[in-house]
C-alpha cells in the first residue's frame, strides 16, 4: 500500500495535474479516472491468477485465452445481422467468456487429473491459443462498428467507466465467492499441504480444476475488454506479455509464489502499482522500449521492502548503531500472538 | 581442575533459572516441550541474546553475540539433524575451517591424517575420505562430534542426539561420552528418553513452564519422581488409564470395520481384521512390518489390490479418503508434519478442516459454530496456547497432535485410526492423549491404534495384533498376564522361523 501511494505522490508532484478529475457532460475524466479504466482487464486476469497462484499452480496462459474471448466475440458480432443489438452482444460475449471457461476447465484437468505440472500444462495454450483465436477469425484482426460493444471499454456508467464496474464487480464476486464461502480457506489448506488437505477429506482435484476454469472464464472477460478498446480482434496483441504482469501484481500484493496462503485486496493494490507505474512512464516520456526497465526496478524496489531478510538487515544496522531497544527473544512472541489477516 | 559453571538468573522465557555445568560431568535437561529446555540451549549457545542474567564460563563473563561467539567460549553443539555438509568427506567435515595449511595452500594428506586421529580418540574408525552422505546417521553424529573436539570445546551439546539411533548406536555413542567425560569435557545432553537418561547421566536438571525446578543427582530420585516433577501432577494420571483389558467388548452385532483378504502389492499380504464398537486395536510391530501400510489400505490413503471391506456388515469401496470420511472413519497420519499440520494456518482453521471438508466448500461453517467447537476441544484436550488464532507452526509437537486429534473428533466419526500418535511429544501430553483415547473408547468409539511403545500398546488396547513382514503373525485378546516381553517374544520366534 506504501509502494502504491509513494507512487501516487511522485506523480503529483511531478504533475501537480495527476490528481485532478474534470467533469464534462456528466462524466468523470482525468488521470486517476484513466487508471481506473485501463486497469480491469489486468485486474480481472491478476484475480484469477491469485488463486491459482494459491494452489501451487501457475496459468501461463491468460494472455492467449484473451485473445481467444475476442476473437470469438468479435466474429460472431461481426457475422451477426443487427450488430448494434444488445443481445447479439450479450450472446458473443456469454459464448465468447464460455469457451475460455472451457479452456480454463482444459488446463485444470492436466493439472488436477492428469497430474502435469502447472507450468507445462499451461504452457500448451500460452503457445497455441493465439494460433487458435486466429483460426476462429480466419487469419483477419477482425474489425466491427457496434456501438454497444464499444461502450464496454469505452463507455461511461454514473460518471464513472463501465470498465471500472467490471473490475468492481469481479473484485466483489470473487471476494464474497472466496470468503464467504470455505472456498479461501480449502483453498489455502490445499496449498500450503496438498497431502495433508487431502487426508483431511478436502476435495483438493476438485478445487484445483475449478479454479483454472475461474482463471480461463476472467481471462475471457478480459479479453472482451480488450477487444472492446480497440474495436478488433487481435490475436498477435490481445493480452501480450499479461500474465507476467498479473503474476508480478500477484506477488506485489503479499501472495507467494509458493502458494498457500493468498490476500486478494493485495493483488488489487499491485494490479495499481502497475497500472500507475505504466501511466508514469507513459508521462515521463520514456520510449516504450525502455518501459520494462523501469518497470523492472520499481518491482525490485518493492520486493526488497517486503522482503524479512532485508527488513532484519536494515534493523540490525539501525541496532549496531547503537540505538537502544529492548532486544526480544527471536520476536517468538509476535509470531505467536499474530493475527491472521484476512482478504 | 578446571571448573565450567554457567548461570542464568533471569532469562525472559525463562524466569530466573540458574544451571551449573561443571567439567568433566555429563548432564541431562529435562522437562516438558514449553518448559524452556530449548531456549536455555539457544540461549548457551548463542543463537538467543539474554534479557538478564549472566553466563559465566570457566569463571569469566560472558555475553554472546552470536553463534560464533558461543563457539570461542569452548561451547559446541550437535544437533538432531547433524549440520554436516553431506556433499563434503568425512575428513573434510572434521576439519572444516581448520585444514593443515601449508605454503601452498591446504595439505589434504595432513588434514585427513589428522581428521583420522581425532576420529580415533572417539573410537570412531571409517575412511576419512569417504563421503559423509555414505555413513549412517549414528556415524555422521559421532563425527559432529569429533568435528567439536576439534573446535577444542569444553562445554558438548548434545540435542535429542538418539532419536533416530537403534541400540546398538545408542551404545556407540555413549561409550563416546563417556570417554570425553574422562577427558573433563562437560557434556549436555538432552532426551525425551528417560531410561537413556538414567543410564548416561551424572546429574539432571528439570525445568518446568520456564522456571528452574531443581538439580538432582541421577540416584537421587526415581523414575516416577522425576516423571512427577516433570509434569508437576501425580503420576497417578498415567496409572488412572485403567488397565484396559478389564473391560469386555461385545462381539455378537455386525463389528463396525470388517477386513477380509486386504492386501496391496509391495505393501500388505492379505489381511483380515474386525474392529467392534468400543474397542482398541492396538497394533504393534517393528517398524516395516506393514502397520502403516495396512491402515493406510483401509482408509483409502492408498488402492488396495484384493480384499473386501466392510462397514457395519455392508460391503463399501473406500479407495479415497472422502469414501471413508463419508462412512465415519478417520485417521491420523504417523507424519504430522507432512501429511497432518497445516502449519499457516490458524489452530481454529485446523480443527474445522476436518469438518468443513466434509460439507464441501459451498457450505461454510459459520463463526458461531467454529468457535464452540475449537472452544470445546481447547478445552477438552487442554491445548496450549489455548488462543484460537494461533498459528500451527508456533505450537509444541505435543499441542499440534492435540489438534490434529481434535481435528477427527469433531467429525464425529465411529472409527478413529492413530497411527504413532505420541510420537515425539513430551509425557504430558502423551499422558493426555491415552487418556482421551481410553475415554472416547468407553464412550462407544473403535479405535485402532498404532504405537511402537509397546507399554502403551498394552495399556490401552482391548485386543493386540502384531505385524512382521508386512503379515499379521498373532492376535491376542489382551491380558493382564501379557506384557511387553511376551510380544517382544512373538516378534523374535516368527522372525527366528
Known sequence: MGALVALVLLNTISRPSFLSITVKNGQLYGSLIDILRDSAPLMLVALGMTLVIATRGIDLSVGALMAISGSVALTIVSRSSSPNRIGTILVAIGIGVFITLLFGLWNGFLVAVVGIQPIIATLVLMLGGRGIAFLITGGFITTITSTPYAQLAQGHLLGLPVAFFFSVGAIAIVGVLVRKTALGVLTESVGINPSASRLAGVRSRGIIWSLYGLSGLLAGLAGILYSSNIMAADANNAGLNIELDAILAVVLGGTSLAGGKFTLSGTVIGVLIIQTLTSTITFLGVPPAVTPVFKAIVVIIVCLSQSKRVRQYLGRIRRIRGAKRPIRLSGLETEVLAERKTV | ?497
Not at chain 2, 559423509?132 to 568435528?147: E, G, K, P, T, V
Not at chain 2, 501432577?233 to 478389564?246: G, Q, T
Open chain 2, 1 to 497: 581442575m578446571r571448573d565450567i559453571s554457567i548461570e542464568f538468573p533471569g532469562v525472559k522465557a525463562l524466569d530466573g533459572v540458574d544451571f551449573t555445568l561443571r567439567s568433566g560431568e555429563i548432564h541431562s535437561l529435562l522437562g516438558e516441550n514449553g518448559a524452556g529446555k530449548s531456549t536455555l540451549i539457544k540461549a548457551l549457545t548463542g543463537v538467543y541474546p539474554i534479557d538478564s542474567g549472566t553466563i559465566r564460563v570457566a569463571g569469566t563473563e560472558r555475553t554472546f553475540a552470536g553463534t560464533a561467539d558461543a563457539q570461542s567460549a569452548g561451547i559446541a553443539t550437535v544437533y538432531q539433524e547433524v549440520n554436516l555438509c553431506t556433499n563434503l568427506t568425512v575428513g573434510e567435515n572434521v576439519m572444516l575451517g581448520h585444514e593443515v595449511r601449508g605454503k601452498l595452500g591446504i595439505n589434504w594428506r595432513a588434514t585427513h591424517a589428522k581428521a583420522t586421529t581425532y576420529l580415533h580418540q572417539l573410537g570412531v574408525d571409517v575412511d576419512p575420505r569417504s563421503q559423509l552422505s555414505s555413513h549412517s546417521l549414528a556415524i555422521q553424529q559421532l563425527i559432529a562430534i569429533s568435528r567439536a573436539m576439534v573446535l577444542d570445546c569444553s562445554l558438548l551439546v548434545l540435542d535429542e542426539p538418539t532419536s533416530s539411533l537403534d541400540r546398538s548406536e545408542v551404545e556407540q555413542l555413549f561409550a563416546v561420552m563417556r570417554r570425553l567425560r574422562s577427558r573433563n569435557v562437560a557434556i549436555l545432553f538432552v532426551s525425551h528418553f528417560l531410561d537413556q537418561v538414567y543410564e548416561i547421566s551424572d546429574q539432571m536438571t528439570v525445568l518446568r513452564n520456564g522456571k528452574l525446578v531443581g538439580e538432582y543427582h541421577v540416584g537421587e530420585l526415581s523414575r516416577s519422581e522425576l516423571i512427577s516433577k516433570m509434569l508437576g501432577r501425580e503420576l497417578a494420571e498415567l496409572e488412572s488409564i485403567a488397565r484396559a483389558a478389564s473391560r469386555t467388548i461385545d462381539r455378537t452385532g455386525d463389528p463396525i470395520l470388517r477386513v477380509t483378504g486386504l492386501s496391496r502389492k509391495g505393501a500388505i499380504e492379505p489381511t483380515d481384521l474386525d474392529v467392534y464398537d468400543g474397542e482398541i486395536v492396538g497394533f504393534a510391530g517393528l517398524l516395516g512390518s506393514g502397520r502403516t501400510e495396512l491402515v493406510r489400505v483401509i482408509y483409502g490413503a492408498d488402492r488396495s489390490d484384493h480384499g473386501v471391506i466392510e462397514v457395519r456388515g455392508k460391503s463399501v469401496r473406500l479407495s479415497t479418503p472422502r469414501h471413508s470420511s463419508i462412512h465415519r472413519i478417520a485417521f491420523s497420519s504417523e507424519d504430522r508434519r507432512a501429511e497432518g499440520i497445516i502449519s499457516d494456518l490458524t489452530v481454529a482453521e485446523n480443527i474445522v478442516l476436518g469438518i468443513q471438508a466434509k460439507r464441501g466448500w459451498l457450505r461454510r461453517v459459520s463463526s458461531a459454530q467454529r468457535e464452540e467447537v475449537v472452544a470445546q476441544y481447547i478445552e477438552s484436550l487442554d491445548i496450549r496456547p489455548n488462543t484460537p488464532n494461533i498459528l500451527m507452526r508456533n505450537l509444541s509437537g505435543g499441542n499440534q497432535q492435540k489438534v490434529l486429534l481434535a481435528r477427527w473428533l469433531a467429525t464425529a466419526p465411529q472409527l478413529l485410526i492413530l497411527d504413532e500418535p505420541t510420537r515425539g511429544i513430551d509425557i504430558g501430553a502423551k499422558a493426555e492423549i491415552q487418556r482421551e483415547i481410553a475415554k472416547l473408547a468407553e464412550a462407544g468409539l473403535g479405535v485402532i491404534f498404532i504405537s511402537s511403545e509397546l507399554d502403551e500398546v498394552l495399556r490401552l488396547s482391548q485386543r493386540v495384533v502384531v505385524m512382521r513382514d508386512r503379515r499379521k503373525i498373532a492376535e491376542f485378546d489382551n491380558h493382564k498376564s501379557f506384557d511387553i516381553d511376551d510380544i517382544v517374544a512373538l516378534i523374535a520366534k516368527e522372525g527366528a522361523a
